[in-house]
């Protein structure tokens, strides 16, 4: 069974794939399997489903909204 995600990507992953994405996915996928499809790693970012913060192995639910936050670094 397919769940639906609404992927919202910042930074330069904005710019390659779109701010906004609808994804199928399969039922029990996670966080870091879903973002390899788009070859983005989850080292060096804020991983955030639903406002809260989860980490790669989160399991994605029907309706779920993951936002994708680069780390910022300042000199």
């Excluded at 790693?41 to 406002?51: D, W, Y």
């Amino acid at each position: 069974m397919a769940v639906k995600v609404t992927l919202v990507l910042y930074g330069e992953h904005a710019l390659k794939h779109g701010s906004r994405l609808e994804f199928e996915a399969v039922e029990g996928e996670t966080v870091e399997e879903l973002l390899g499809e788009l070859h983005i790693g989850t080292e060096g970012h804020h991983l955030l489903v639903n406002e809260r913060k989860v980490g790669k192995d989160h399991v994605l639910k029907d309706g779920d909204v993951l936002k994708i936050l680069p780390f910022v670094y300042g000199g």
